[in-house]
């Protein structure tokens, strides 16, 4: 099963993903985990992205792309794969296009989770996270015992700079920019899928497997 999944940041697809990838027994893919991975290993392009994350600056695509490449290459994805969060734009996909084709491989679906952007504002905007252990909570979804402290270790609770209205408005602004021609790119190729991803986790969950289930590699 070689799927990707889309959406914008707050709509649940890395949980679904984490899921899906116990469920089918498929390895996750994200950006950060092989950014992670790489930097941990210290492969020619973990350490290459280093320099780049030392510097605060974006690592390049051809990095990315390159990290990517590597991974699908190992044995860990011979029963597949789900790419959380990558490609993000026109020219990542077709990269990746490129690079399943060298290996004789297509990607078998792509899912587009839709939530509705109030309900992503609510989600990210209630976020609170911890300084000192890097525990995270939801003001609404998983309260801490105590208002604004951590459970784990008593520190106060602090909002990222990320999560803040604002900044949310402006991330959802640029994802919807860079990721509305994606969309239109896999719907030409017939391989998009919407996913209405408002409401519970395990609802969400059983409408995903059944779109995913004819790709389960058995
Ligand atoms: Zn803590």
Redesign the pocket.
């Known amino acids: 099963m070689r799927v990707v999944f889309l959406g914008a940041p707050g709509v649940g697809k890395g949980t679904q993903a984490d899921r899906i990838a116990a469920q089918f027994q498929v390895v996750k893919i994200s950006t950060g985990d092989l950014l992670r991975e790489g930097v941990r290993n210290k492969t020619p392009l973990g350490l290459e992205a280093k320099s780049y994350m030392d510097q605060g600056k974006l690592v390049p695509d051809a990095v990315v792309i390159g990290l990517v490449r590597d991974k699908l290459s190992g044995p860990s994805c011979a029963k597949g794969f789900v790419l959380d969060g990558f490609p993000r734009t026109v020219p990542q996909a077709e990269e990746l296009g490129a690079v399943l084709a060298s290996k004789k491989l297509v990607l078998d679906r792509v899912v587009n989770f839709q939530v509705p952007r109030e309900d992503v504002i609510k989600r990210l905007s209630g976020r609170r996270s ?1 300084p ?4 995270t909570f939801h003001v609404d979804f998983a309260p801490p015992k105590k208002i604004g402290i ?6 106060s609770l602090v909002q990222r700079s990320d999560d803040e209205r604002d900044a949310i408005e402006t991330r959802l602004k640029v994802y919807e920019e860079q990721t509305a021609p994606l969309v239109r790119f896999y719907e030409m190729r017939q391989l998009l899928s919407h996913l209405d991803g408002a409401g519970a986790v395990d609802a969400v969950f059983q409408k995903l497997s059944q779109v995913l289930a004819p790709y389960r590699v058995t």
Do not use: L, N, T
């Not at 000192?132 to 525990?135: D, E, L, S, T």
């Open positions: 911890c000192k252990c890097q525990a951590c459970d784990r270790c008593g520190e």
